[in-house]
Nanobody, 125 residues
Framework: QVQLVESGGGSVQAGGSLRLSCAASESTYSLCMGWFRQPPGKEREGVAAIYTGGSTYSSDSVKGRFTISQDNAKNAVYLQMNSLKPEDTAMYYC????????????????????WGQGTQVTVSS
């Protein structure tokens, strides 16, 4: 069972930046990671992910503003969020699954086996 712990959330004004971190309890070398978010009263949505082989994916709503990266030496994945907007306000979750195996959709929550507890991001106008 992989444990994931997110950190780095907080309150920021529109246009600001935050960097979310996700620490994994085991080596991320063989894990494929993703970031998801759930705004109040809405469904969870995929934000960014690293696919098997290192390709990255991001949703259209954050493309050009958010960047996902992974540091296997630290067993961590990060989400750098720039030019934040009020609509980015949400609980942000880190997710993981074993890499390899069958093809999967990297920005779909059902593709992942392990989840963190989330970190809140609030962007004010």
């Amino acid at each position: 069972q992989v444990q994931l712990v997110e950190s780095g959330g907080g309150s920021v004004q529109a246009g600001g930046s935050l960097r979310l971190s996700c620490a994994a309890s085991e080596s991320t070398y063989s894990l494929c990671m993703g970031w998801f978010r759930q705004p109040p009263g809405k469904e969870r949505e995929g934000v960014a992910a690293i696919y098997t082989g290192g390709s990255t994916y991001s949703s259209d709503s954050v493309k050009g503003r958010f960047t996902i990266s992974q540091d296997n030496a630290k067993n961590a994945v990060y989400l750098q969020m720039n030019s934040l907007k009020p609509e980015d306000t949400a609980m942000y979750y880190c997710a993981a699954r074993p890499c390899g195996g069958s093809w999967y959709l990297p920005l779909r929550s059902y593709s992942y086996n392990y989840w963190g507890q989330g970190t809140q991001v609030t962007v004010s106008s």
